[in-house]
């Protein structure tokens, strides 16, 4: 049906930058809006950036304009490009896709697909 596949996870140094991304396949098109999370030690899953299928833009308000997120649709391919990163950030980051009913973006996903995860380090 729906796979999620993130790559580009790391270490790196603090300051230092990564670029994720996160390949769809399957039934890839009704996608209504997809995202990354991140989980760090000990605490919840967190929206970290999501982008809508007409290409609206969210981002959490601790990314403060390092990061940035993208998509090249003909490949159903998001990315994340993250910049002066902080220990912080330290999390296993997880691709989503979810759909909505009506294609409305309110309240619960219809469904929610997410990917395996892929670990980011920053430590000096």
């Known amino acids: 049906q729906v796979q999620l596949v993130e790559s580009g996870g790391g270490w790196v140094q603090p300051g230092g930058s990564l670029k994720l991304s996160c390949a769809a396949s399957g039934n890839t098109f009704s996608f209504d809006a997809m995202g990354w999370y991140r989980q760090r030690p000990g605490k919840q899953r967190e929206m970290v950036a999501a982008i809508t299928s007409r290409g609206t833009l969210n981002y959490a308000a601790f990314v403060e304009g390092r990061f940035t997120i993208s998509r090249h649709n003909a490949k159903n391919t998001v990315y994340l490009q993250m910049n002066s990163l902080k220990t912080e950030d330290t999390a296993v980051y997880y691709c989503?896709?979810?759909?909505?009913?009506?294609?409305?973006?309110?309240?619960?996903?219809?469904?929610?697909?997410w990917g395996q995860g892929t670990q980011v380090t920053v430590s000096s």
């Open positions: 989503n896709a979810a759909t909505y009913r009506g294609g409305v973006i309110v309240g619960t996903a219809e469904y929610d697909y």
